[in-house]
């Protein structure tokens, strides 16, 4: 099982970067945390992060036939990426989308995800233990489809 966690533009900036929002803990100790949740887990994890829309958009097409999920920050794109929300709905991976600040909490133009609505779930809003909560929650999600799939295997050879 492969998860790949996608963090979206600036978010190479934690730790400098509003830090009375987003605190002062940096993405690679995010990353270091959940790469330690995962191994206890049993799970292989990969990171990637770009500033790029199209490069998100690759990395999410990439996914398909790598990946069992996919954990995403899209950041500002979350807003605006019709073709983020799209390339998740085309690799059909369930997928969780993850705010380190509350975005409703926040200005109106935060409001609204256009990613929320092919995901599996949203998460926002806890620091960077957000990313802990989507970890524990992919987890769940992984082994549900992994016990439906024994499920059918075992009812195919019983036919
Ligand atoms: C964010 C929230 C977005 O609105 C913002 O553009 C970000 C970070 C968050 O993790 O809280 O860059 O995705």
Redesign the pocket.
């Given at each position: 099982m492969k998860i790949v966690v996608i963090q979206?533009?600036?978010?190479n900036m934690l730790g400098l970067?509003e830090q009375n929002?987003?605190g002062p803990m940096k993405l690679e100790d995010i990353h270091t945390q959940m790469e330690t949740y995962a191994k206890q887990s049993n799970i292989e994890i990969e990171f990637f992060q770009s500033n790029l829309e199209g490069e998100i958009v690759d990395k999410i097409q990439e996914c398909m036939g790598e990946a069992n999920g996919i954990i995403i920050?899209?950041?500002?794109?979350?807003?605006t990426s019709i073709a983020i929300r799209d390339a998740i709905k085309a690799v059909q991976l369930p997928t969780i989308e993850?705010?380190?600040?509350?975005?409703y909490a926040?200005?109106e133009?935060?409001h609204k995800s256009m990613i929320a609505p092919v995901c599996a779930g949203q998460i926002?809003?806890f620091g960077p233990f957000?990313y802990h909560l989507a970890m524990v929650s992919m987890v769940q999600i992984l082994s549900e489809i992994k016990a439906m799939q024994e499920a059918q295997q075992a009812q195919q050879k019983q036919q």
């Amino acid at each position: 099982m492969k998860i790949v966690v996608i963090q979206g533009p600036n978010l190479n900036m934690l730790g400098l970067r509003e830090q009375n929002i987003y605190g002062p803990m940096k993405l690679e100790d995010i990353h270091t945390q959940m790469e330690t949740y995962a191994k206890q887990s049993n799970i292989e994890i990969e990171f990637f992060q770009s500033n790029l829309e199209g490069e998100i958009v690759d990395k999410i097409q990439e996914c398909m036939g790598e990946a069992n999920g996919i954990i995403i920050n899209p950041a500002a794109y979350t807003h605006t990426s019709i073709a983020i929300r799209d390339a998740i709905k085309a690799v059909q991976l369930p997928t969780i989308e993850v705010h380190i600040s509350n975005i409703y909490a926040r200005e109106e133009f935060r409001h609204k995800s256009m990613i929320a609505p092919v995901c599996a779930g949203q998460i926002s809003g806890f620091g960077p233990f957000s990313y802990h909560l989507a970890m524990v929650s992919m987890v769940q999600i992984l082994s549900e489809i992994k016990a439906m799939q024994e499920a059918q295997q075992a009812q195919q050879k019983q036919q």
